[in-house]
């Protein structure tokens, strides 16, 4: 296996990694607005709530950011595989 393969194999991983966390923190606020701010209206703080809310979209947001990076570094990557160099040449652009 190349080098090559071996890297984006590793940014795949990755990226299948935190697109885990991203759903986790999507999970994580949908059961935390629906719970503790629909279901027990008047029962819960909702300014902590909120707190966490936020603290999680921020988390969210970080990750998405990092999936950004990923997937560029991937593309990067694969203009080296052999076969994107070849096709590259045979471009009518």
Same mark, same amino acid.
């Given at each position: ?7 984006? @194999?590793?940014?795949?991983?990755? !990226?299948?990694? #935190?697109? +885990? ?7 994580? =606020?949908?059961? /935390? ?20 809310? @936020?603290?999680?979209?921020?988390? !969210?947001?970080? #990750?998405? +950011? ?7 570094? =991937?593309?990067? /990557? ?16």
């Amino acid at each position: 296996m190349s080098s090559v393969q071996e890297k984006f @194999e590793e940014f795949v991983n990755k !990226e299948d990694d #935190l697109i +885990r966390n991203v759903r986790t923190c999507e999970q994580a =606020m949908s059961l /935390l607005k629906d719970e503790l701010v629909y279901k027990q209206r008047g029962e819960t703080c909702q300014t902590t709530v909120w707190d966490i809310c @936020e603290w999680i979209q921020q988390r !969210e947001e970080k #990750l998405r +950011r990092e999936i950004f990076s990923v997937r560029w570094e =991937m593309t990067v /990557l694969a203009c080296q595989f052999p076969s994107a160099k070849k096709q590259a040449g045979e471009s009518p652009l």
